[in-house]
């Protein structure tokens, strides 16, 4: 049963992120304007004029969406790592690793089908990037726990 759980989030979530992918790329930048937007008007005290807006988006889309990439893609590393764990094979981190970046490169081929989205490479790396962190950070954390019940 335990099994099925993880497999399930493992594909929700890559659903969550065939989701993101399939935006065209105005709801797209919209969503990540907002998020600039509602961010910076939690910590900057005075009012957000237009101005003000289009200088945090142009200054601030890269950062949110690459973050947004890495984020992502990490709690997709840690999903997986932790499906693969459960059956007894060699090499898990390195195939959970493997499965991440073939998701991230089908991920960015489906964007090229998108409207005014594109595939980038650069994007594969921030993603394998990301979940390549999940999986130490899972490893890590199992690793601490095993050796706290010793």
Known sequence: MKKIIKLILVIIWMVLIFCFSNQKAE???????????????????????ETKKDELIEDYTTIVRKTAHFAIYLVLGVLIISFISEF?????????????????????????????????????????????????????????????LK
Request: with cysteine; hydrophobic share 45%.
């Open 27 to 49: 709801d797209s930048s919209k969503l990540s304007n907002g998020v600039i937007v509602k961010v910076a008007s939690v910590f900057l005290d005075d009012s957000l004029n």
């Open 88 to 148: 007894s094979i060699n090499h898990v981190y390195l195939i959970a690793l493997f499965l991440s970046l073939l998701y991230a490169c089908s991920d960015e081929f489906h964007q090229t089908f998108i409207s005014g989205r594109s595939g980038e490479v650069k994007d594969v790396l921030i993603d394998t990037l990301g979940a390549l962190l999940g999986i130490i950070l899972y490893r890590f954390i199992k690793r601490f726990k095993k050796d706290e």
